[in-house]
């Protein structure tokens, strides 16, 4: 009979920080392993046993339990030490609960702290763009060409922070500045469908940022930065008067967090003031953000409240002058945005011996009021979320290798603008199960997904369905295959939106039908070491993504007299490809070196290029494409290459970043033939982007650090979409503090 309970949380020694995912071990019928929060608990026979805890990368630690008979309950607080600089990854996102990257069944990518806080990145958007097969465009994250530019509405990728989506109601938008980038412990980007857990919008993939906690600590940082934006790499792009000589940023943020038994808390603030390198595309911002969390006695109970409040003003930046004045906004004019954004979610999660539950709610609202130009349209707008989930992870059948998820999801989304037609409200009620099985060198996964879509007068319901199998075939060789259903329902800005910017009209299409579709890979990772003792992962993917309905925002003459944008179903596509991936490094000689590479290839396919899609002006995905052949979707890149490199040593470092991006194969013809320069700037610069940044910091000592990064290093010409060029060459200085 069992009788002996023993529960704890596993740290990292030096740091402090808990250890997800760390393996607690008496027997094969014994073990567990530690949660999102650095928590175990097991049970044991009532004697005198030795457990083991070990974690990839850390010495294992073995344990013998109290001798005395009267001892049911024994509570651990148990710190590992490193034994290799380069630790394996552990992710939660795969399949909400705790495990290796290289026995998930998808391909996932994570972001390490080391690149946030070395190039010196004012939003997390910047830093994804290092990720292999992850490219953004005005804000719209894009995972293997499944995206094109939308506009800054509807997203495919569903953005989540710690756990839970952080879309803004109305648009689906990704609000990058408003993510608390000074406390991330990890970025973890699933690729591909991941609408079973994650629902609508997570129909090309997830980013989940999680947060960090101080552990039993106190954390202490700050930092404090300054750059300048340098001359653009034509001189008449120059936009400001010649007595004017730099376009400046500025920034910075202190976070102080502490630990206790059983209550701890993180506080920040982060600032900037960016004038920004085109004419109206300003960034001026400030941000609070506070997360806490409460222990019970026992500790099987924690809950907690976290929250964001942001304030800014910002400007937006459309079509240009001409290709001549690239960074000057249509007609000069632009309106400055002031914002307000602030979050609050209330949590509370139970850690028993069968089951584990989570109770998670996120109150979510945003407030633009964007300044009227003279002949412009309201364009102002506010939306209100409340997302509620309740999830139960089932452990009876741990102990044979099997754990399920279950859990029941409401979001209700509020949106209020002239330009979406008055009050509109989006609700959404789903239910999913997921199992998992893990035996010896298998892992298996499956799940499924029922929700419930309703926006004014449409409504629709959705299953989705998904199944994969890892297989471990040697010792660090790693087979993996997936397949996975996903949707995604419009939102409010696609199906309601009527406006304007300057002479360019946004037409609504409340017809517009939910999209739908599946993502397939195989896949394989290998782990290898050099003689050295560094150590590396690779990896290689071949994909197939599938859509149903594909909605695109489309620039064509909706009606005979006018241009503009408007939201569409463009039929079916299919989007396939490869990847291939090299992360890892390691000490060398008293040398810390990291690495990561990728290439990914994607060939993107609209499978019926004469589909008349609007009637009115009778147009198909061929007549409204540069693309003669109509059979390339418009706006995605054939070739993505990302590397970056780190040497540390001592008190010194150096880094590296290096991105290619192909050019685009089609776009609206409607942009060509119109809109001033688009034709010109698409034929000087046909081969593609290449960029370059570097870094360099030096340690003052074990706290404090002075960091240097050049971006842009060539002045490179980065045509990103139709009338917009990237920004030119930077120079950021940061001097930071650590505790």
Same mark, same amino acid.
Request: proline share 4%.
């Given at each position: 009979m069992l009788k002996r309970e023993i529960t704890g949380y596993v740290y990292d020694e030096k740091t402090e920080e808990p250890l997800v995912g760390a393996s607690i071990y008496l027997n094969p019928k014994f073990a567990t392993i530690t949660n999102q929060d650095g928590f175990f608990e097991l049970f044991i026979p009532d004697s005198i046993c030795t457990i083991s805890v070990s974690f990839i990368g850390y010495e294992t630690v073995k344990l013998t339990t109290d001798s005395a008979a009267y001892t049911k309950v024994e509570h651990w607080n148990i710190y590992l030490k490193e034994s290799s600089r380069f630790l394996e990854p552990v992710v939660v996102s795969a399949g909400k609960k705790s495990q290796r990257e290289v026995e998930t069944t998808v391909s996932i990518s994570t972001i390490q702290p080391y690149l946030i806080q070395n190039r010196i990145t004012t939003s997390i958007q910047n830093t994804l763009q290092q990720v292999p097969g992850v490219s953004s465009t005005d804000g719209q994250a894009n995972i293997r060409s499944g995206s094109g530019w939308s506009y800054g509405t509807g997203s495919r990728v569903s953005v989540l922070v710690d756990d839970m989506p952080m879309l803004a109601a109305g648009t689906g938008q990704a609000l990058w500045s408003f993510f608390p980038i000074e406390n991330v412990q990890q970025v973890e980007v699933i690729k591909g469908s991941s609408s079973v857990l994650y629902g609508s919008s997570a129909l090309n993939g997830v980013i989940n940022i999680r947060t960090a906690w101080p552990g039993n600590k106190e954390l202490i940082s700050a930092s404090m930065y300054a750059g300048v934006y340098d001359k653009p790499a034509k001189s008449s792009w120059n936009w400001k008067p010649a007595s004017e000589k730099f376009l400046t940023q500025s920034g910075g943020h202190i976070l102080y967090g502490k630990g206790y038994e059983r209550f701890q808390y993180v506080l920040s603030v982060n600032?900037?003031?960016?004038?920004?390198?085109?004419?109206?595309?300003?960034?001026?911002?400030?941000?609070?953000?506070?997360?806490?969390?409460?222990?019970?006695?026992?500790?099987?109970? $924690?809950?907690?409240?976290?929250? =964001?409040?942001?304030?800014?003003? &910002?400007?937006? !930046? #459309?079509?240009?002058?001409? %290709? /001549?004045?690239?960074?000057?906004?249509?007609?000069?004019?632009?309106?400055?945005?002031?914002?307000?954004?602030? $979050?609050?979610?209330?949590?509370? =999660?139970?850690?028993?011996?069968? &089951?584990?539950? !989570? #109770?998670?709610?996120?109150? %979510? /609202?945003?407030?633009?009021?964007?300044?009227?130009?003279?002949?412009?349209?309201?364009?102002?707008?506010?939306?209100?979320?409340?997302?509620?989930?309740?999830?139960?992870?089932?452990?009876q059948l741990q102990s044979k290798g099997f754990l399920f998820n279950t859990g029941l999801v409401s979001v209700y989304g509020e949106t209020i603008a002239t330009m979406f037609q008055g009050r509109k409200v989006q609700q959404n009620q789903a239910a999913y199960v997921q199992g998992d099985f893990k035996k010896g060198r298998w892992n298996l996964s499956a799940g499924a997904r029922y929700e419930h879509f309703r926006m004014e007068q449409q409504a629709e319901g959705k299953p989705v369905?998904?199944?994969?199998?890892?297989?471990?075939?040697?010792?660090?060789?790693?087979?993996?295959?997936?397949?996975?259903?996903?949707?995604?329902?419009?939102?409010?800005?696609?199906?309601?939106?009527?406006?304007?910017?300057?002479?360019?009209?946004?037409?609504?299409?409340?017809?517009l039908k939910p999209e739908s579709g599946y993502s397939m890979e195989i896949g394989l990772r290998q782990g290898f070491q050099t003689k050295s003792g560094l150590k590396f992962m690779a990896d290689?993917?071949?994909?197939?993504?599938?859509?149903?309905?594909?909605?695109?925002?489309?620039?064509?003459?909706?009606?005979?007299?006018?241009?503009?944008?408007?939201?569409?179903?463009?039929?079916?596509?299919?989007?396939?490809?490869?990847?291939?991936?090299?992360?890892?490094?390691?000490?060398?000689?008293?040398?810390d070196i990291?690495?990561?590479?990728?290439?990914?290839?994607?060939?993107?396919?609209?499978?019926?290029?004469?589909?008349?899609?609007?009637?009115?002006?009778?147009?198909?995905?061929?007549?409204?494409?540069?693309?003669?052949?109509?059979?390339?979707?418009?706006?995605?890149?054939?070739?993505?290459?990302?590397?970056?490199?780190?040497?540390?040593?001592?008190?010194?470092?150096?880094?590296a970043s290096y991105r290619y991006t192909s050019k685009y194969e089609a776009i609206d013809q409607a942009f060509v033939l119109i809109i001033n320069g688009v034709k010109e700037s698409y034929a000087e610069n046909n081969k593609g982007s290449h960029i370059v940044d570097l870094r360099a910091f030096f340690h003052i000592n074990a706290d404090w650090k002075i960091t240097g990064t050049i971006n842009n290093v060539f002045n490179a010409i980065v045509l990103s979409r139709p009338c917009d060029i990237g920004a030119p060459r930077s120079f950021v200085c940061q001097i930071s503090y650590r505790y």
């Amino acid at each position: 009979m069992l009788k002996r309970e023993i529960t704890g949380y596993v740290y990292d020694e030096k740091t402090e920080e808990p250890l997800v995912g760390a393996s607690i071990y008496l027997n094969p019928k014994f073990a567990t392993i530690t949660n999102q929060d650095g928590f175990f608990e097991l049970f044991i026979p009532d004697s005198i046993c030795t457990i083991s805890v070990s974690f990839i990368g850390y010495e294992t630690v073995k344990l013998t339990t109290d001798s005395a008979a009267y001892t049911k309950v024994e509570h651990w607080n148990i710190y590992l030490k490193e034994s290799s600089r380069f630790l394996e990854p552990v992710v939660v996102s795969a399949g909400k609960k705790s495990q290796r990257e290289v026995e998930t069944t998808v391909s996932i990518s994570t972001i390490q702290p080391y690149l946030i806080q070395n190039r010196i990145t004012t939003s997390i958007q910047n830093t994804l763009q290092q990720v292999p097969g992850v490219s953004s465009t005005d804000g719209q994250a894009n995972i293997r060409s499944g995206s094109g530019w939308s506009y800054g509405t509807g997203s495919r990728v569903s953005v989540l922070v710690d756990d839970m989506p952080m879309l803004a109601a109305g648009t689906g938008q990704a609000l990058w500045s408003f993510f608390p980038i000074e406390n991330v412990q990890q970025v973890e980007v699933i690729k591909g469908s991941s609408s079973v857990l994650y629902g609508s919008s997570a129909l090309n993939g997830v980013i989940n940022i999680r947060t960090a906690w101080p552990g039993n600590k106190e954390l202490i940082s700050a930092s404090m930065y300054a750059g300048v934006y340098d001359k653009p790499a034509k001189s008449s792009w120059n936009w400001k008067p010649a007595s004017e000589k730099f376009l400046t940023q500025s920034g910075g943020h202190i976070l102080y967090g502490k630990g206790y038994e059983r209550f701890q808390y993180v506080l920040s603030v982060n600032g900037l003031i960016d004038e920004g390198y085109r004419m109206g595309d300003q960034d001026k911002r400030i941000r609070a953000s506070g997360k806490t969390r409460f222990f019970s006695k026992d500790k099987k109970w $924690n809950y907690g409240l976290n929250a =964001n409040l942001l304030y800014g003003k &910002t400007g937006s !930046f #459309l079509l240009w002058q001409n %290709y /001549d004045s690239a960074y000057t906004s249509r007609g000069s004019s632009y309106g400055l945005n002031s914002s307000r954004r602030f $979050n609050l979610d209330p949590y509370l =999660n139970y850690h028993g011996t069968q &089951t584990e539950h !989570f #109770l998670q709610m996120r109150f %979510y /609202d945003v407030e633009n009021a964007i300044e009227q130009l003279d002949g412009e349209p309201d364009q102002s707008n506010a939306t209100k979320s409340i997302y509620t989930e309740y999830r139960v992870k089932w452990k009876q059948l741990q102990s044979k290798g099997f754990l399920f998820n279950t859990g029941l999801v409401s979001v209700y989304g509020e949106t209020i603008a002239t330009m979406f037609q008055g009050r509109k409200v989006q609700q959404n009620q789903a239910a999913y199960v997921q199992g998992d099985f893990k035996k010896g060198r298998w892992n298996l996964s499956a799940g499924a997904r029922y929700e419930h879509f309703r926006m004014e007068q449409q409504a629709e319901g959705k299953p989705v369905f998904k199944a994969g199998v890892n297989f471990r075939v040697a010792k660090a060789t790693f087979a993996r295959a997936s397949f996975g259903q996903g949707y995604r329902f419009p939102v409010v800005s696609e199906s309601f939106i009527r406006t304007n910017s300057g002479p360019v009209n946004i037409y609504p299409n409340p017809d517009l039908k939910p999209e739908s579709g599946y993502s397939m890979e195989i896949g394989l990772r290998q782990g290898f070491q050099t003689k050295s003792g560094l150590k590396f992962m690779a990896d290689i993917a071949f994909y197939r993504m599938y859509f149903e309905n594909m909605m695109e925002f489309t620039f064509g003459p909706w009606v005979p007299t006018d241009l503009g944008f408007k939201s569409i179903n463009v039929g079916p596509t299919l989007i396939q490809g490869a990847e291939i991936s090299l992360t890892g490094g390691g000490t060398w000689r008293k040398n810390d070196i990291k690495v990561l590479l990728g290439y990914t290839y994607a060939d993107p396919q609209n499978l019926q290029p004469d589909f008349v899609y609007t009637t009115g002006v009778p147009l198909t995905y061929k007549s409204s494409s540069t693309d003669t052949s109509g059979k390339i979707l418009k706006y995605r890149n054939r070739h993505l290459i990302k590397a970056d490199l780190q040497w540390e040593r001592t008190r010194y470092g150096l880094g590296a970043s290096y991105r290619y991006t192909s050019k685009y194969e089609a776009i609206d013809q409607a942009f060509v033939l119109i809109i001033n320069g688009v034709k010109e700037s698409y034929a000087e610069n046909n081969k593609g982007s290449h960029i370059v940044d570097l870094r360099a910091f030096f340690h003052i000592n074990a706290d404090w650090k002075i960091t240097g990064t050049i971006n842009n290093v060539f002045n490179a010409i980065v045509l990103s979409r139709p009338c917009d060029i990237g920004a030119p060459r930077s120079f950021v200085c940061q001097i930071s503090y650590r505790y």
